[in-house]
């Protein structure tokens, strides 16, 4: 039942294409929420035992004669990610509702993007994953250009080539564990004892690949431009979903298939990942522009989800499953406020400009959400945020204790950069251009209020990210033993 | 054997030719020419297409010069449909000023195309290589009106008839060392004479002949002026139809005539043959064509550098030797023919409506025709490698084979090299469709600011192979298997 995620949306994109344009948003919501409500009750009605193994939900022959099939599966951390994408895509719709030019174009490219994240979390056929992991490329690049802000056809095609490029690796990669494993079924392939000296360069291939989507340092620099470049809905659902693709299809494939070849290079990756928190973080807390604050968070949180995957552990990788649903959630939200309720209204994202404008006053609910947005972004407990990383560094004292310290470190960063950009953003109290320095106290009546669907699309990513953060053990429980029972940790 | 079983093996030849000849007549007659010669050029591939399918499964005949099977008769049926799409693209653009002329000349570049694809003799390779060449200058410098047409056929004939001379050459002396001109019987000279140098530098001149004709670099000087200049229909043709009986004709040629010395293009392990030749042309290719398709700025100048790296890709199927890369091989070409077929019928709508086919032409375009607009993104996508189109699909394949063959992965090389130049043309077919999607309409484009009258014909052509495109994408076993049962099974 979980894969009419995948037909449903692709089936709404294709519909309101033809269909005049004031019905587009309205078909997306469905479409979307469709997806998020199939996700759901999978969810809840499946048993947790039943998520343990990545268990085959639709297998047909698609080219007998190259073993390619369309495969589908399911396991706790699959879900996961399902229902992440499902929540993503409900709010980046009610966040684009106000779209004026060309609806039908751009719902089309989205849920194109959706549909092809739902393919990727569920397909457990090599060649199927990888067609769907190459499907995003394309609409990403269309929603930027078209659609975008800064400097967008620079961002729109630095973000794409980009994409590609990792894409590139990948197809090695694949290539040869399918030339190699003679199969292109994950679960076979799985099994097959590739030999160490190929798992020893074909690894590391296959996993960075894989991590450029995901923004592994130092190949992310793709990520703050692209993600400012982008429209809100577009940065929403890129720097929440897209970039896990990433990370998940590096689990799936990269660690499963080759595991040995990952127990030699996953110190490499925690350095990486460790650099890549610190870094961004530490220029995150240069920039001016509010949006490229939040894209270098993005690159610092999935540095967080590197860092898990890379501990070979099942609480690190855990960890990292929960980060990247978590993450999914809370850049969803910076995102929203950042382009939607702000930018949209104040026309700047300078943080300079904005310190002028004492947004606190005139957009409460804009400053409530920042608020919850930025605490869940930090790690403050009680906010899925703080779960997702104490999971991961609890994982990683056990194998990389000096990785705890740094990413430590990193935390203080993050702290700082999100403290300096919500003071800024909101708190300011005075505005300095030049030589002048002016206060301004806009009021309420400035701008247009926040719009219901807004407000709808804000109440749920951050219930999400609440009950999450309390209840961690609601995802935890299906998650874990998902990653208990792959390969690589035996 | 008596003329009547002859005709009956050759009917669609001979139903071609009669058509040719009924068209020039229609167009002394007829009042509404155009239209009249088309329709029954039309009717003629389509009964064309009715008798390949009466042909018996398999017959081979005077050692070679005319070879019924399953592969042969599957070509045919593909050459003539991309000449039926050819036909109804004449109607998109101006009207050519002798209309019967230039239908009988399409349906005599077919004939061609069919003696290609169905010969495993060299003589009778040769005469159809002549008579599709032939007939493929006249077509590039049809246009009286434009002076790039007459550089294009000028350029074309230069060329063409130089490696005509070199694919002679090397065909006398390859029959000097083997005492045969059938390819079977070549092989099994082949297989029992030892090395001579004579051999090489036979081998070596009449691949240089072919790869002119599929423009491999460095013998692909000719393509972008004639891809250029040429009428529409006919860069499409020869694009399209010429490429895929050049390429399955090459197939036969290397992997049944010259099996013996097929060499190695391994990595650390090249052993000298027709395969370390193919491989640097392959090579070359992928790097020349895409290196210099990023400088272009109109549309059908990068498409001609495009061919030019989507025959290097096709070569690695070659190279990859064996049934599957043949298979790989003739499946990527069709799809890549198919393509052509519908980006050229895009830019002949756009050149009619806007005068000219730059990159400032096609501004706006998907303002302006959403129809159009989507399917030339269909076209340009597949054509870069992006799922689930069948470009992808085809480049998958192709790789994979490659992959599998060497012992070792020794063509990883390849393989990569092919990988990099798939990354590279993503960024020139995206400058393509950022002009049609994202740039505002320019001001060449301005004057026809309002909705492209296009003729339902050219509308109905492209969509439907756009459509084709995403069908092979999405299910590509349809053409996939029926290319791998048709591949003969001791290659």
């Known amino acids: 039942m979980i894969a009419w995620t995948i037909y449903l949306t692709f089936g709404g994109a294709v519909l309101l294409l033809l269909l005049p344009r004031a019905f587009a948003r309205w ?9 998020l409500a199939l996700g759901t009750v999978v ?42 994408t499902g929540i993503s895509a409900v ?20 849920l194109l993007v959706v549909a092809g994240c739902y393919g990727v979390f569920l397909s457990a056929d090599l060649f199927l994953l990888f067609v769907f992991y190459e499907l995003v490329i394309v609409p990403k690049y269309f929603l930027i250009a078209i659609f975008g802000s800064t400097n967008k056809e620079y961002g729109a095609m630095k973000l794409t080539l980009y994409s590609f490029f990792g894409g590139m690796f990948v197809f090695v990669g694949i290539l040869v564990a399918y030339v190699n494993g003679g199969s292109l079924d994950l679960n076979q392939l799985s099994q097959f004892e590739f030999s160490p000296q190929l798992q020893s360069w074909a690894f590391p291939v296959l996993f ?36 896990k693709l990433g990370s998940y299809a590096g689990l799936r494939v990269a660690m499963n298939l080759f595991p040995q070849g990952f127990q030699m290079w996953s110190k490499w990756i925690a350095v990486l990942a460790v650099i ?9 807390l240069r920039q001016c522009d509010l949006k490229f604050v939040i894209g270098y968070s993005s690159v610092s949180h999935m540095g967080f989800v590197l860092l898990g995957l890379a501990t070979a552990n099942a609480l690190g990788v855990s960890g990292a499953v929960l980060q990247m649903f978590s993450h999914g959630v809370i850049a969803a939200l910076l995102f929203a406020v950042a382009g939607r309720m702000i930018y949209r209204r104040t026309h700047t994202r300078e943080l300079d400009a904005l310190s002028g404008m004492n947004l606190s006053h005139a957009m409460p609910f804009a400053a409530f959400t920042f608020v919850v947005a930025t605490a869940a972004s930090m790690g403050i407990p009680g906010f899925s945020g703080f779960a997702a990383e104490i999971t991961i560094l609890i994982g990683a004292w056990k194998t990389y204790p000096i990785a705890v310290w740094i990413a430590g470190a990193g935390i203080v960063l993050v702290a700082a950069f999100t403290l300096r950009a919500l003071k800024l953003s909101f708190f300011g109290e005075k505005a300095v251009q030049g030589e002048v320095t002016t206060v301004t106290t806009l009021s309420r009546e400035e701008f247009n209020p926040i719009t219901i669907p807004e407000k709808i699309g804000a109440c749920m990513l951050m219930l999400t990210t609440l009950a999450v953060g309390v209840y961690p053990k609601l995802l935890l429980d299906r998650i874990m033993p998902a990653v208990e029972t792959m390969r690589f940790l035996k | 054997m008596s003329y009547l079983e002859l005709l009956k093996l050759a009917s ?5 030719v009669l058509t040719a000849l009924v068209v020039l007549s229609v167009s002394l007659v007829a009042e509404r020419a155009a239209a009249a010669c088309a329709f029954v050029a039309a009717l003629g591939i389509v009964l064309a297409i009715v008798a390949v399918l009466f042909l018996p499964r398999n017959e081979t005949l005077f050692g070679g010069m005319l070879v019924i099977s399953p592969l042969t008769s599957l070509f045919k049926i593909i050459c003539l449909a991309l000449a039926f799409f050819t036909i109804l693209l004449t109607r998109a653009e101006k009207a050519p000023r002798h209309p019967g002329e230039f239908l009988a000349l399409v349906l005599l570049a077919t004939v061609g195309l069919m003696l290609l694809v169905g010969s495993e003799e060299l003589l009778m390779i040769f005469i159809g290589l002549e008579l599709l060449g032939l007939s ?48 079977a019987a070549i092989s099994t000279n082949l297989a029992t004479t030892s090395v001579q140098p004579l051999l090489g530098v036979g081998i070596v001149m009449t691949l240089v002949g072919f790869a002119f004709k599929i423009a491999a670099a460095p013998f692909h000087l000719w393509a972008p002026d004639a891809y250029q200049g040429a009428p529409v229909p006919s860069a499409a043709f020869i694009a399209s139809g010429s490429k895929v009986a050049s390429f399955v004709v090459l197939g036969k040629i290397v992997l049944i005539g010259f099996a013996p010395v097929r060499g190695s293009a391994g990595w650390h392990a090249m052993v000298a043959g027709w395969s370390p030749v193919l491989a640097t042309l392959a090579a070359l290719s992928i790097v020349i064509g ?202």
């Open chain 2, 290 to 491: 895409n290196l210099v398709a990023l400088a272009q700025s109109n549309v059908r100048r990068l498409l001609a550098y495009s061919a030019v790296a989507h025959a290097g890709y096709t070569l690695i199927g070659f190279v990859a030797g064996d049934r599957e890369g043949f298979s790989a091989a003739l499946f990527y070409t069709t799809v890549y023919a198919v393509t052509l077929v519908g980006a050229f019928g895009v830019v002949g709508v756009v050149r009619r409506e806007t005068g000219g086919d730059n990159f400032s032409n096609f501004s706006g375009l998907a303002s302006r025709s959403p129809l159009l607009a989507g399917c030339m993104a269909v076209f340009m996508l597949s054509l870069a490698g992006i799922p689930p189109l069948a470009g992808f699909f085809g480049k998958f394949y192709l790789f994979s084979v490659a992959l599998h063959a060497g012992a070792n992965h020794s063509l990883l090389w390849l393989v990569a090299l092919g990988l990099v130049g798939s990354f590279v043309s993503l960024y020139y077919y995206l400058l393509v469709l950022k002009a049609i999607f994202v740039d505002a309409a320019s001001l060449a484009a301005g004057e026809q600011a309002e909705r492209m009258r296009s003729d339902f014909l050219q509308r109905a052509t492209v969509t439907l192979l756009a459509a084709a495109v995403v069908l092979l994408g999405v299910m590509p076993n349809t053409l996939a298997s029926r290319i791998l049962a048709a591949v003969p099974q001791n290659l």
């Open chain 1, 43 to 84: 969810f809840v009605s499946t048993p947790i035992a039943d998520l343990a193994h990545f268990a085959t939900i639709v297998r047909v022959p698609w080219v007998p004669a190259l073993g390619m099939n369309y495969h589908l599966a399911l396991d706790g951390v699959s879900l996961t990610m399902v229902l992440v």
């Open chain 1, 276 to 284: 890549g928190i610190v870094y961004a973080a530490a220029v995150a």
């Open chain 1, 91 to 110: 709010s980046t719709v009610l966040f684009s509702w106000d779209v004026e030019h060309r609806q039908n174009e751009f719902f089309f490219w989205l």
């Open chain 2, 136 to 183: 493929l200058y006249v077509m590039a410098a049809f246009d009286k009106t434009d002076v790039r047409s007459a550089e294009a056929g000028l350029k074309y004939f230069l060329f063409g008839s130089t490696s005509s001379a070199f694919t002679l050459f090397g065909i006398s002396l390859i029959y000097g060392v083997s005492g045969a001109t059938g390819l």
């Open chain 1, 27 to 35: 078909i997306a919501l469905l479409a979307t929420m469709a997806g």
């Open chain 2, 12 to 16: 669609p030849e001979a139903v071609v």
């Open chain 1, 208 to 243: 960075l690949g894989f991590a450029v989507l995901a923004g592994i340092w130092p190949l992310h620099t793709w990520a703050p431009t692209g993600h400012a470049a982008a429209p809100t809905a577009g940065s929403m659902l890129l720097a929440g979903i897209v970039m």
